[in-house]
């Protein structure tokens, strides 16, 4: 036999206007997730579609590809490429940049700083050749 | 009078075409029977992580009878015969007909009475079988072509050396991988295979391609000899199944080559050759398509599949998208989860000898989707999480 409980009446209309409150909100919350509800009960379709899995697949490899980053040597080279490339790209919008024809291209090699510049770019190049034909091997279907 | 739409077997296949089909049409509209032997559902990639103790049983399935929430009926019942000519099937709960049967029962296991991930019984013997193994050799066999989940046994050889990693006893327990292709994952291509190759070589499991479609000649209580000839002494053996077509499917008319024979995949139509108010569908259907049998290349094609059947019944055309046959996954190697998709398509209208894979470097976070799929698998088909 179910027990039945006596409340006085203001109690149970105040009890009342809280649940059509609560039922109120739950329908509000309920619309405002409706979008969010779809997007979920769609989320195997997603999960097993190639296109989202190429779109994501870059982010997923860098979870791996950044733990193997030097991330300091990498850190340094942003820092340095954003400064630098502002600091010529200053000094270009400030003076201008002479034409340059193959004898100029023959005297700026004797400038100390195109030296170094071009001494950096071989070096980088000549580490990164054979590093980069070592990983592309991977994926090379011979 | 509703339609009456018949699915023979509660797995993916299954559990896809009620639901969309429920989604789409009422009660009223199309009354849906789902016979299945059993009385769960189970996802089965995770056999793995019941087989290494990272699950219990009961959290990789869950009660077929939830789809009764959804207004299908659902039989457990074993199909003893299809006599789609008269549009009949036979079960252990009797004579059941249709407008429209879906054929979804899956592939079969032959036992073997090795342990093994492809059913939850043996896979709850793989971990007593390597608990016994502190020192010696274990073989991970592949029976023969084909088996459900074509990557999982390399998953399974990974999962062991990570196991055998963990206890410090990786350097005293040699793993090797009995295959009939001669090279792993060289059914994915050539680049596929060569850098799961390397891999493997990396772990330090090794590999034995034997290159025929039957690899295992006869299996002893410690050794094995391949069909060329070569033995193999073991101290434990996780052994993949012959696997077969259900006998129902083998003795009616819908059978060719030993399966399920769809009409003409390659345009996705897969109505039977014979009949058309019959859809042969996933593992029972995929050596014929042909692609390897798994649950997210079977999922990239239903759209068209619930297309057709609700064109059948109601003349009504709900859009296609453009017909794509692929698989997504995500291979569990040890403590990292790698994904890997493939694009069957262009393989199963012969226009490339071999799929187009990619496969993305190893990391822990792709380990946390597989797990996470594991559970919205559930909820998507059942509306519940075990």
Not at chain 2, 144 to 155: M, N
């Amino acid at each position: 036999m179910s027990e039945v409980v006596t409340i006085p009446k203001a109690d149970y209309e105040r009890l009342l206007q809280e649940v059509q409150a609560l039922r109120r909100e739950v329908e509000e919350l309920s619309s405002l997730l409706l979008p969010v509800k779809i997007v979920l009960e769609r989320l195997p379709h997603l999960m097993a579609d190639i296109q989202v899995f190429k779109v994501a697949a870059p982010l997923i490899s860098m979870l791996s590809i950044m733990d193997s980053a030097d991330l300091n040597a990498l850190g340094a080279a942003m820092q340095g490429g954003v400064v630098c490339a502002s600091k010529a790209l200053r000094q270009v919008a400030e003076d201008g940049a002479p034409r340059v024809g193959l004898f100029g291209l023959l005297s700026a090699m004797r400038d100390p700083e195109v030296q170094k510049a071009m001494g950096l770019m071989v070096t980088l190049l000549k580490a990164m050749g054979s590093c980069m034909e070592e990983n592309l091997k991977q994926v090379s279907e011979k | 009078m509703p339609k009456r739409v018949l699915v023979l077997g509660g797995g993916t296949g299954g559990l896809i075409t009620v639901k969309e089909l429920r989604e789409r049409f009422g009660p009223g509209d199309v009354e849906i029977t789902l016979v299945d032997a059993k009385d769960r559902t189970e996802f089965r990639p995770s056999y793995l992580y019941v087989a290494f103790g990272y699950r219990r049983p009961e959290e990789v399935s869950v009660p077929l009878e939830h789809v009764k929430r959804h207004g299908v009926n659902f039989v457990k019942a074993k199909v003893t015969a299809i006599d789609a000519a008269n549009r009949k099937v036979k079960t252990t709960a009797g004579e059941f007909t249709y407008d429209v049967l879906v054929v979804a029962l899956g592939a079969e296991t032959v036992d073997t009475g090795f342990p093994h991930t492809w059913e939850l019984e043996p896979s709850l013997k793989v971990a007593e079988a390597l608990a016994q193994v502190r020192q010696g050799h274990v073989v991970i066999g592949v029976y023969s072509l084909p088996y459900r989940c074509p990557p999982a046994p390399i998953e399974l050889a990974m999962l062991t050396h990570f196991y055998y990693l963990t206890r410090g006893l990786r350097d005293k327990v040699k793993i090797t991988v009995v295959h009939p292709l001669k090279r792993p994952f060289e059914n994915f291509g050539p680049m596929a295979a060569k850098w799961m190759s390397g891999f493997l070589q990396q772990l330090g499991i090794e590999y034995v391609g034997v290159g025929q479609s039957t690899a295992i000649k006869s299996l002893g209580k410690n050794e094995l000899e391949t069909t060329t000839g070569e033995r193999i002494k073991f101290d434990a053996a996780f052994i993949v199944p012959p696997h077969k077509a259900p006998d129902p499917v083998l003795n009616s008319d819908l059978a060719k080559n030993g399966w399920a024979a769809p009409r003409n995949p390659a345009n996705g139509d897969f109505r039977s050759a014979k009949y058309d108010d019959v859809y042969v569908i996933g593992d029972v259907a995929a050596p014929n398509v042909p692609v390897g049998m798994a649950g997210t290349i079977l999922h990239s094609y239903m759209p068209w599949v619930i297309s057709n059947i609700a064109a059948d019944l109601f003349g009504v055309y709900l859009g296609k998208p453009p017909f794509r046959i692929v698989g997504t996954c995500a291979l569990d190697v040890g403590a990292f989860g790698m994904a890997a998709a493939c694009d069957f398509t262009p393989f199963v209208k012969k226009q490339k000898p071999y799929p187009d894979c990619m496969f993305l470097p190893p990391a822990p976070a792709t380990r946390l989707f597989k797990e996470m799929f594991e559970k919205v698998y559930f909820n998507w088909l059942l509306g519940v999480v075990p």
